[in-house]
């Protein structure tokens, strides 16, 4: 059974920085990644890396965000940098265990840049 258990997230300032934290357990993952959905809109990729450390972002987070994962432990970490109030949403930890598998996704981490 697949657990996705999500910390880190919170409200800093705009300019500040978050670090996002999933532990993941029940199996190996090919791919994990963050999503979030703000208010009022869809939920959009943020950013996915694969076992072999590739990595995509979402072009409007290129240069600030950084994700990282530590298959040892099996955890994916998202380092979030000059946050903005634009990247306030809910974060949704994802996983595949195949890349064309179901997805499993975190409980969501609120995530608020605010003045």
């Known amino acids: 059974q697949v657990q996705l258990v999500e910390s880190g997230g919170g409200v800093v300032a705009p300019g500040g920085s978050l670090r996002l934290s999933c532990a993941a357990s029940?199996?190996?993952?090919?791919?994990m990644g963050w999503y979030r959905r703000a208010p009022g809109k869809q939920r959009e990729l943020v950013a996915l890396?694969?076992?072999?450390?590739?990595?995509i972002y979402a072009d409007s987070v290129k240069g600030r965000f950084t994700i990282s994962r530590d298959n040892a432990k099996s955890t994916v970490n998202l380092q979030m940098n000059r946050l903005k109030p634009e990247d306030t949403a809910v974060y949704y930890c994802?996983?595949?265990?195949?890349?064309?598998?179901?997805?499993?996704w975190g409980q969501g981490t609120q995530v608020t840049v605010s003045s």
């Open positions: 890396i694969t076992n072999s450390d590739s990595a």
């Open positions: 994802n996983v595949k265990i195949v890349p064309s598998g179901p997805d499993y």
């Open positions: 029940g199996s190996i993952f090919s791919v």
